[in-house]
């Protein structure tokens, strides 16, 4: 059984979490703080005019397509990483219909920020999309594994623990397709966390980032030997 914006009690089980609640406990702890999508946690920052062409995104978007890091090269992975920032900073000023698409996008590609981002926009029908629980707890479900901020997984256990019982299996075969199609790990994507002084931070990126670094790096010293200097 598959729960949404009818299902009277699952509903119910949210709102008991209190919908404005949660929305300032998200929007506070784990999107507003600390966030290295951001320059900086100003508002200036957050609704900078500083933009990228997301045509290519939108195009990925509306064919599917959920491309790996094993499949990119540096150019193309740092233009995901751009992605990221101006997703980041449209959800962060409000602009939720213009974030969604962009967001689901890079939560199909393991990215477990936009994960909880588009967790939060289907849970209170942001952005134009329609109400969704369920989608809401797939999502957050995902982003809640493995290395992750604390607040997701904080979150997810918390909406987890008001689920009735009968309801329970077909709400956990749900959260665990998310995290078999969407998983970090099974999209190439690595997660860390780390600590400065008081400051804490959180960074997703492609596992292949290295190992590209690494060839490019090769290939340019092989560019720049002489035939004579070769041992064959």
């Given at each position: ?5 009818d ?10 979490l209190?919908?404005a ?52 090269d ?73 290395e992750?901020?604390p ?27 998310y ?15 780390s ?24 290939m ?10 070769l041992?064959?």
């Open positions: 059984m598959i729960f949404d914006t299902d009277e009690i699952l509903n119910s089980v949210i709102k008991r209190g919908n609640a949660l929305a300032a406990f998200l929007v506070a702890s784990s999107f507003a703080q600390d966030d290295s999508e951001l320059p900086s946690n100003t508002l200036a920052a957050a609704t900078s005019e500083r933009s990228y062409d997301i045509d290519k995104i939108e195009e990925l978007f509306v064919e599917g397509e959920r491309p790996t890091g094993a499949e990119m540096l150019l193309e992975m740092d233009r995901v990483y751009r992605w990221k920032e101006t997703a980041a900073r449209s959800f962060k000023s409000g602009q939720y219909e213009k974030a969604f698409p962009q967001l689901l996008f890079l939560a199909r590609m393991g990215f477990k920020d936009s994960q909880a981002r588009v967790g939060f926009i289907y849970l209170h029908g942001l952005g134009g999309q329609k109400k969704s629980n369920m989608e809401a707890l797939g999502w957050l479900g995902v982003a809640s594994i493995g992750t901020r607040a997701y997984r904080n979150m997810f256990k918390q909406m987890m623990a008001q689920i009735p019982s009968e309801h329970r299996v077909s709400v956990d075969a749900h959260v665990q397709s995290r078999d199609k969407y998983g970090a790990d099974k999209m190439g994507i690595q997660c860390t966390r600590r400065t002084g008081h400051i804490s931070k959180f960074l997703c990126r492609y596992s292949a980032e290295m190992d590209q670094h690494m060839i490019r790096l090769m340019l010293r092989a560019s720049t030997l002489d035939d004579t200097t041992p064959w």
